[in-house]
């Protein structure tokens, strides 16, 4: 089973910078694609940015310029480079990867989250 961890989150004010970093673990696995969600209080979760095997990368409208998603395959991580952060990035950030298994299958999983706080 493939296991995401979080770190990185915490309160700043706007104009501030924040990484997140999420790694996975398990065994036997590969991965595809990785990426960050969020999910403000009364709103559907959504997608900040993914990062595909191969490099190509997507983003939520609202944080292109702002947001730099990267990966270090080597350490199956994803990063998050948040600059110029606005009250309205204030959620919690959820890590995802889907992939495969060596013997057989496929997985999406999810982090347990980290909340991220904008003040204005």
């Known amino acids: 089973q493939v296991q995401l961890v979080e770190s990185g989150g915490g309160s700043v004010q706007a104009g501030g910078s924040l990484r997140l970093s999420c790694a996975a673990s398990g065994s036997a696995f590969s991965i595809n694609t990785m990426g960050w969600y969020r999910q403000a209080p009364g709103k559907q979760r959504e997608l900040v940015a993914a990062?595909?095997?191969?490099?190509?990368?997507n983003y939520n409208y609202s944080v292109k310029g702002r947001f730099i998603i990267s990966r270090d395959s080597a350490k199956n991580a994803v990063y998050l480079q948040m600059n110029s952060l606005k009250p309205e990035d204030t959620a919690v950030y959820y890590c995802?990867?889907?992939?495969?298994?060596?013997?057989?299958?496929?997985?999406?999983?999810w982090g347990q989250g980290t909340q991220v706080t904008v003040s204005s």
């Open positions: 990062i595909a095997s191969r490099g190509s990368t």
């Open positions: 995802n990867a889907d992939g495969t298994y060596r013997y057989g299958g496929l997985y999406n999983a």
